[in-house]
């Protein structure tokens, strides 16, 4: 992505050794974000939608806090809950860099 490069849901899977399924699912949370949009013309394609760093690492902590949230049935524990402000806290400070 930082070279301004495309990837698919199968690359990025071949890449992280995470499902295919799984990538899907992020790729929609990082496009219903903004982070990411579709290629045109190719929905199974992606790349960033805006430049790297103006995403914030807060953001993707957020995106990624939510999905566990969906995955847990509503569950909430409050120790879970204060370990995400310290990490939320702290992302808020950084911001994604170009190589």
Do not use: N
């Not at 990025?12 to 974000?33: H, P």
């Not at 103006?54 to 953001?59: F, N, R, S, W, Y």
């Not at 049935?73 to 939320?88: F, H, N, P, T, W």
């Amino acid at each position: 992505f930082l070279a301004g490069r495309s990837a698919t849901a199968r690359q990025m899977a071949d890449t992280t050794g995470i499902s295919e399924a799984m990538v899907r699912l992020m790729f929609d949370r990082l496009v219903e974000a903004g982070v990411l949009h579709h290629v045109a013309r190719d929905e199974q394609t992606v790349t960033l939608a805006k430049p790297v760093d103006q995403i914030g690492a807060d953001l993707l902590v957020q995106i990624g806090h939510d999905m566990v949230q969906a995955g847990s049935g509503g569950r909430r524990s409050e120790l879970v809950q204060r370990l995400r402000a310290a990490q939320k806290s702290l992302a808020s400070q950084l911001k994604l860099e170009a190589g």
